[in-house]
């Protein structure tokens, strides 16, 4: 018998009767993650005319306190707007404990007492959240790579019209802005470079600065920054208006692998195009600091091109485009998993956005510092 605990999960649809049902599924546990009351008050606070609060529990497995808590929750939102509680609808076992909890009414004079947890709970129950987290990414990269193999053996649930449109989007589409920001980006290293080594008389290596540093670094980083804000938004985005809407839910209904037929697509084309994006960042880079070098430090065009390709290596160079694959695989993922995981409410489209966002940018940051870890300690 399978006892791994599932993720308690809350739908909210409007009845043929005009009540408002909650959809209750997996194992309600006193743990952290419940979802709570938000959800319903909002709903009920948009209109809509709902009388009465019912319950679908055919999805519900295992329950406890944390169940009778939320219960006891919807009945005193259904007192305090004059709604029909229609415990009925509830598991037999449920409906008897609410009823004995109205047997003795609360004393409107009762004192009430206010304990926080101990600091040693708080922890723990934030260890396990931040281990449930990190479970369940380890989880979805694991289908991602099944699903890169059964689509390198033909057997993948999966069109390549989908990838291609993907690819475009975030391809041609993202080269004004990346143009953009890394000219700037040139600009500024090669302005900074300028005020400091013009001092020691070695102004002609500005060229080497804005090579080494446009081809290794700040290329693929400030890509892969921009890829983020633009297209991993966009990924969560949309996936978590599809999860709003049950639309991979439907898609699981017909057999059909969500990571295979959504995320797939959107990570090969983020594979194929931010090394392209990289190489464009670099050049455009360069010509920004062969802009302030040219105009301030009266450089000749020859000298400058000709210093900046000495300074760049071959080493360099693929080191810069290979992480800049790797990026696009971390806002792949990171965008795919927060939409999948996103609420089914309008306001967990922006949470979800939003964590994307920021889980994707400290992602590409600390993997870049484990990146120069590691090419420091090979010399490369």
């Known amino acids: 018998m399978n006892c791994e605990p599932t993720d308690a999960r809350l739908t909210l649809r409007r009845s043929e009767s005009g009540s408002l049902l909650l959809e209750l599924a997996g194992d309600w546990l006193a743990r952290a993650g419940l979802p709570g009351i938000d959800s319903v008050e909002k709903e009920l606070a948009a209109g809509g005319g709902a009388s009465a609060i019912e319950f679908n529990t055919i999805g519900l497995r295992r329950w406890n306190s944390g169940l009778m808590t939320f219960i006891l929750k919807c009945h005193d939102l259904c007192q305090n707007n004059k709604l029909e509680f229609r415990v009925e609808t509830l598991p037999v076992a449920v409906a008897k404990l609410i009823g004995l909890s109205q047997v003795v009414p609360e004393k409107k004079d009762a004192v009430r007492m206010v304990t926080h947890a101990p600091i040693l709970q ?38 390549w019209a989908d990838a291609f449109l993907v690819m475009q989007e975030c391809g041609p589409q993202a080269l004004g802005i990346v143009a953009l920001i890394n000219f700037l980006i ?34 693929c980083i400030m890509t892969g920054i921009i890829i983020c804000g633009r297209t991993g938004a966009a990924f969560a985005a949309q996936l978590g208006t599809m999860k709003v809407n049950q639309e991979i839910e439907a898609f699981q209904t017909f ?65 810069g485009v290979f992480k800049g694959m790797y990026f696009g695989v971390l806002i792949a993922l990171t965008g795919c998993l927060r939409g999948i995981q996103c609420g089914t409410n309008a306001a967990a489209v922006g949470e979800a956005t939003t964590s994307a966002v920021v889980t994707g940018i400290t992602a590409i940051i600390a993997s870049d510092g484990l990146f120069a870890v590691i090419c420091n300690a090979l010399h490369i």
């Not at 090394?275 to 020859?302: K, R």
Request: net charge positive; charged share 15%; hydrophobic share 55%.
């Open 186 to 219: 040139g600009l500024i290293l090669a302005f900074v470079g300028a005020t400091q080594l013009t001092r020691f008389g070695a102004s002609i290596y500005v060229a080497d600065l804005v090579g080494i540093a446009t081809v290794r670094e700040m290329g």
């Open 255 to 319: 057999g059909i692998s969500p990571v295979e037929f959504l995320v797939l697509p959107r990570m090969i084309a983020l594979i194929a195009m931010m090394p392209l994006l990289c190489l464009f960042a670099d050049l455009i880079s360069i010509a920004g600091g062969f802009l302030i070098s040219t105009a301030m430090l009266h450089i000749t065009p020859a000298l400058y091109i000709h210093r900046t390709i000495e300074a760049i290596t071959l080493t360099s160079f693929l080191l």
């Open 122 to 159: 708080r922890v723990g129950e934030s260890a396990l959240k931040e281990w449930s987290g990190v479970k369940g990414m380890l989880a979805f990269t694991g289908e991602n790579v099944l699903a890169f193999l059964k689509m390198l053996r033909g057997r993948a649930q999966f069109r």
